[in-house]
């Protein structure tokens, strides 16, 4: 299985502009950015030539496209942090994400049945 490409921060941001309207003309997703991220068109072409030679979206004939979908791109960021801040410890991971979340009756009992189906 092909590892999915690392997506920085401000670069996802731009790619949920591009998963939301593509595909779209690169001069298209220019002026989204302007108006949601404030971003020069400049900075705009720099993280598409960028996220284009990773393998994260692809502009041919100024049209851009993805080539990694939203949720790709967020089960690897998922796994990375996972991997490195909980050293793959599942439950180290769920009691520090509880912990914090203030989790109502119904959304634990929505993960105990998430986790009961899974594992089986």
């Known amino acids: ?3 999915t490409p690392k997506v920085f921060e401000s670069e996802y941001r731009m ?8 595909p779209l003309k690169s001069a298209e997703l ?10 020069e ?6 993280v598409i030539k960028r ?3 990773r393998g994260v979206l692809v502009n041919e004939k ?9 949720d790709e791109i967020q089960l690897a960021e998922l796994d990375e942090m996972f ?16 912990k914090h979340q203030n ?6 009992e929505e993960i105990r049945k998430i986790i009961e189906r899974e594992g089986k």
């Open 15 to 22: 790619c949920l502009l591009l998963w939301e309207h593509e």
């Open 41 to 46: 068109r400049t900075t705009t072409y720099t």
């Open 83 to 98: 991997e490195k801040r909980f050293e793959n410890n599942l439950p180290a991971f769920i009691a520090a994400f509880g």
């Open 103 to 108: 989790l109502s009756d119904n959304e634990v």
């Open 30 to 39: 220019a002026k989204l950015c302007k108006e949601h991220l404030d971003w």
């Open 1 to 3: 299985m092909e590892k």
């Open 62 to 70: 100024s049209i851009v496209r993805s080539l990694v979908s939203k």
């Open 51 to 53: 996220l284009a030679e």
